[in-house]
């Protein structure tokens, strides 16, 4: 680009011609264009080489005269930090220590967690989407009061979602495909046994996500996924994560989730059926 830079000043000639970033082509006049008229070779008529030629641009290089265009910055931190507040916003709330009907500012919570309100304020937004808290004007993010008439009517809505789709799948899927599950039914058992109902929560999402991929409709697996998450968060009455004590709530529904994915992997329809509907009636 230097040398096309001096040619064109050399010569007088500009070395850019319009926007097709390629240089004018040299006039074919006077001598060249007499021995031209002589018949000589179309090659014997060249720029002498004293005479210098302008390089050809490349789309895409900048020119001296440019200016080179600023890169964006990049939103990857900021999107992690996110992500990272709603998931710890997630867990607070199925522990209970986000307690039902308190109001909580982005300002403090964002104090609590050591960052700006900002990641705080958005992952609030997402979970009043979600219908964990609502917005409370001036003020902050209202946890919502939920009772067990809400969580019955929650258990009623996935049963009638995931219920029927099991069932098919039980008739469809072969038994080592249930199998590959096994771990995922394990994971919940180990979670049960800590007593940290946070830890079991995310455990027995992804293994009622991964049973319910096998019918291969994402909508209908993204829709029961937030139906279960919402059926996970607290009553009013907040529930910490016990170091010991009583937690034989939790052992039982992973009890269930072993129990299912043998009568499934052995192709037991009725027992499927029968553990299926006590799974949600319990829930």
């Given at each position: 680009?230097?040398?096309?830079a001096?040619?064109s000043?050399?010569?007088?000639?500009?070395?850019?011609?319009?926007?097709?970033?390629?240089?004018?082509?040299?006039?074919?006049?006077?001598?060249?264009?007499a021995?031209?008229?002589?018949?000589?070779?179309?090659?014997?008529?060249?720029?002498?080489?004293?005479?210098?030629?302008?390089?050809?641009?490349?789309?895409?290089?900048?020119?001296?005269?440019?200016?080179?265009?600023?890169r964006?910055?990049?939103?990857?931190?900021?999107?992690?930090?996110?992500?990272?507040?709603?998931?710890?916003?997630?867990?607070?709330l199925?522990?209970?220590?986000?307690?039902?009907g308190?109001?909580?500012?982005?300002?403090?919570?964002?104090?609590?967690?050591?960052?700006?309100?900002?990641?705080?304020?958005?992952?609030?937004?997402?979970?009043?989407?979600?219908?964990?808290?609502?917005?409370?004007?001036?003020?902050g993010?209202?946890v919502?009061?939920?009772?067990?008439?809400?969580?019955?009517?929650?258990?009623e809505?996935?049963?009638?979602i995931?219920?029927?789709?099991?069932?098919r799948?039980?008739?469809?899927?072969?038994?080592?495909?249930?199998?590959?599950?096994?771990?995922?039914?394990?994971?919940?058992?180990?979670?049960?046994?800590?007593?940290?109902?946070a830890?079991?929560?995310?455990?027995?999402?992804?293994?009622?996500?991964?049973?319910?991929?096998?019918?291969?409709?994402?909508?209908?697996?993204?829709?029961?996924?937030?139906?279960?998450?919402?059926?996970?968060?607290p009553?009013?009455?907040p529930?910490?994560?016990?170091?010991?004590?009583?937690?034989?709530?939790?052992?039982?529904?992973?009890?269930?989730?072993?129990?299912?994915?043998?009568?499934?992997?052995?192709?037991?329809l009725?027992?499927?059926?029968?553990?299926?509907?006590?799974?949600?009636?319990?829930?």
């Open positions: 680009m230097k040398q096309g001096q040619g000043a050399g010569t007088g000639n500009p070395s850019v011609s319009g926007d097709s970033g390629m240089p004018r082509v040299p006039s074919q006049g006077g001598a060249a264009g021995e031209r008229g002589r018949g000589l070779p179309r090659a014997a008529s060249v720029t002498p080489a004293s005479v210098p030629v302008a390089v050809p641009v490349a789309r895409g290089e900048h020119t001296h005269s440019e200016q080179p265009i600023p964006p910055r990049p939103v990857v931190q900021r999107a992690s930090v996110r992500g990272q507040i709603l998931d710890a916003l997630r867990t607070a199925v522990t209970g220590e986000l307690v039902p308190v109001v909580y500012s982005a300002p403090a919570l964002g104090e609590r967690f050591g960052v700006s309100a900002t990641p705080v304020r958005e992952a609030m937004q997402q979970l009043a989407l979600e219908g964990a808290v609502e917005v409370v004007p001036n003020r993010f209202r919502v009061e939920r009772g067990a008439r809400e969580l019955g009517q929650l258990a809505v996935r049963a009638l995931e219920v029927p789709v099991m069932l799948l039980a008739r469809t899927v072969p038994g080592e495909r249930w199998a590959e599950l096994r771990p995922l039914a394990e994971a919940t058992v180990r979670a049960a046994a800590t007593g940290c109902r830890t079991y929560a995310e455990s027995d999402r992804t293994f009622h996500r991964a049973l319910l991929s096998l019918c291969g409709n994402e909508q209908l697996v993204q829709i029961a996924d937030d139906l279960h998450r919402r059926a996970q968060w009553l009013v009455t529930t910490t994560c016990p170091s010991g004590g009583d937690h034989a709530d939790l052992v039982a529904d992973a009890a269930e989730h072993t129990a299912l994915l043998d009568a499934l992997i052995a192709g037991e009725d027992v499927v059926r029968s553990l299926v509907g006590e799974h949600f009636a319990g829930a």
